[in-house]
C-alpha cells in the first residue's frame, strides 16, 4: 500500500516533516516487496537447476531490460536430437513456462535416448495435425 501524499503541503516544516514520513514508508514497503519477489525468484531458480542439472539456468536481462528465464544444454546436441526438436537454448518469461518447455525437452531427449522399443513421444509439430 502507498500513502497518499497529494494532500500534504511541502511548503511548511510540518507538511514537509509529514511528506517525508508518507514518503520513508512508501519506499520501505516498495523494498520489502522486492525482496520478496527477489527471493522468490530464488528460489525458483534453486529448484529448477536442482530439477533439470542437465541445463545451465539463469535469469538474464535483454536490451530492453525485460527479464529472461533462460536454460543453455549441457550436453552437445546431435543430429538426432535436433531432428527430434531438442534445443540448445530455451528462454522464457517466467519460470513455471521454462519448467514447462525443459520437461518437454527431456521427454523429446528421451525419445532419442530409448528409442529401441519403449513408447515414444512425438514433437510437438507432428501433434498438430501434420504428417510425420
Known amino acids: ?79 538426432e536430437l535436433m531432428a527430434e526438436g531438442v534445443m540448445r537454448i530455451v528462454r522464457c518469461e517466467d519460470a513455471i513456462a521454462l519448467a514447462t518447455a525443459l520437461a518437454w525437452q527431456s521427454a523429446l531427449i528421451n525419445n532419442v535416448e530409448n528409442r529401441a522399443g519403449s513408447p515414444h513421444v512425438r514433437p510437438a509439430h507432428r501433434l498438430q495435425g501434420r504428417p510425420a
Open 1 to 79: 500500500m502507498y500513502w497518499d501524499t497529494n494532500h500534504l503541503d511541502a511548503d511548511t516544516k510540518s507538511g514537509l516533516d509529514e511528506l517525508l514520513r508518507a514518503t520513508a514508508q512508501s519506499v520501505r514497503q516498495a523494498s520489502a516487496l522486492a525482496a520478496l519477489i527477489q527471493d522468490l525468484r530464488d528460489r525458483q531458480l534453486a529448484v529448477l537447476r536442482g530439477t533439470y542439472p542437465a541445463w545451465d539456468i539463469a535469469l538474464e536481462r535483454d536490451s530492453t531490460e525485460r527479464l529472461w528465464w533462460t536454460a543453455v544444454s549441457r550436453r552437445p546436441l546431435t543430429v
